[in-house]
C-alpha cells in the first residue's frame, strides 16, 4: 500500500514536531513518521527551565506531550513507528515503514542525534536524576553541588566550564594522561580555580537510589577502585547523529552529520533537515525548534516554486 503527502517529516523531537505545527498552518497536510522514540532526547530529561514560555518550568516529556497535541489540533497525521527505508533517488521521495510504502513531494529530515553514553550499569537509570549529557541545559541544578565530567575533548572542556557557574568543584576524569582537547580550551579548564582532573580514570558505574551520590571510579595507572562522591555525572564524549538511514541518499560530514547547502536544503532538492541532525554546535529544544520553523517554510516555498 502506497500513501502520497505533499511533505513527510522524520523525526518527532522540536525540531519535527515544530516543522509539522508551520506545514499544517500552511496547508501542507504533513506527516511525521514519530519513530519508536517519540519525542526525542526530551524524553530523557527531567525539569526544563530554559525553554520559553514556561516560567515555571516542565518536564521534558510533558514539553513533547504539548508539542504533539497542538500538532495534532492542526490535523498533522503521525506514524508512530520508524522508517526502515528511504528513497530520495526517484520523485516523488519514498519513505518505508513496516507496514506501507510513503510518497512525498518533500521530506524534513529531523532524526535528533544521540548521546554516546558510557553505557554503565546505573547510568541510564539515573539520567535526569543527576546524569546528564547537557551542562547548558543542567548545570543550573547543581547550584552549590560538586560534579563530574568524563570525557577529554573540547566538549567536556566546555561543559566543566559551564559547570563552575554553579557547581562548587567540577572534576574532569579522563582515561588517559593529556586531554585530546585544543590547548586553549585544555588551559582554560585546567587554570580554573574550581576544576579538577582525575587522570587515568575509568568510571565503572554510578552510584545512588534515587539521584547520583557517587562514582566508582578504577585508577588504569595504580590498579586501584574506589568511590569517588559527587552529586552529578556529565558525560561527554560526544553525539551521534541519527543518519544511518540516509548514507548515500544525502550528503553527510565527516561525523555523519547532514550538510546543509542552501539554507535548510540538503544536497537534494527538495528534501530538508532540521535539528541536531545537521546542528552539532548548539544542540538546545528551542535552536531545534527554530529549525523546524525554518526548513518547513523553505519547504513551503520550495512547494510553491514547483
Known sequence: ??????????????????????????????????????GGQLTLTTDVENFPGFPNGIQGPELMDLLRQQAERFEVAFVDDDATAVDFSRRPFRVTVPDRTLEAEAVIIAT?????????????????????????CDAFFFRGKEVAVVGGGDSAMEEALVLTKFATRVTIIHR??????????????????????????????????????????????????????????????GHHPNTELFRGQVDLDEQ???????HTMTSVAGVFAAGDV???????????????????????RYLEGH
Request: net charge positive; aromatic share 6%.
Open 1 to 38: 500500500m502506497t500513501e502520497t503527502r505533499k511533505v513527510i517529516i522524520l523525526g518527532s523531537g522540536s525540531a519535527g514536531l515544530t516543522a509539522a505545527i508551520y506545514a499544517a498552518r500552511a496547508q501542507l497536510r504533513p506527516l511525521v513518521v514519530a519513530g519508536s522514540q517519540r
Open 112 to 136: 535528533g542525534a544521540g548521546t554516546n553514553w558510557l553505557n554503565l550499569p546505573n547510568e541510564q537509570r539515573l539520567i535526569g536524576h543527576g546524569v546528564s549529557s547537557c551542562a547548558p
Open 176 to 237: 588517559r594522561d593529556k586531554f585530546r582537547a585544543s590547548k586553549i580550551m585544555a588551559d582554560r579548564a585546567l587554570h580554573h580555580d574550581k576544576v579538577g582532573v582525575r587522570w587515568n580514570s575509568v568510571v565503572e558505574d554510578v552510584l545512588g537510589d534515587d539521584k547520583v551520590t557517587g562514582l566508582r571510579l578504577y585508577d588504569r595507572e595504580h590498579r586501584a577502585r574506589e568511590e569517588f562522591r559527587v552529586d552529578g555525572l556529565f558525560v561527554a564524549i
Open 256 to 262: 555523519g552529520y547532514v550538510r546543509l547547502h542552501k
Open 278 to 300: 545537521h546542528d552539532h554546535r548548539y544542540r538546545q529544544a528551542v535552536t531545534a525548534a527554530g529549525w523546524g520553523c525554518m526548513a518547513a517554510m523553505d519547504v513551503e
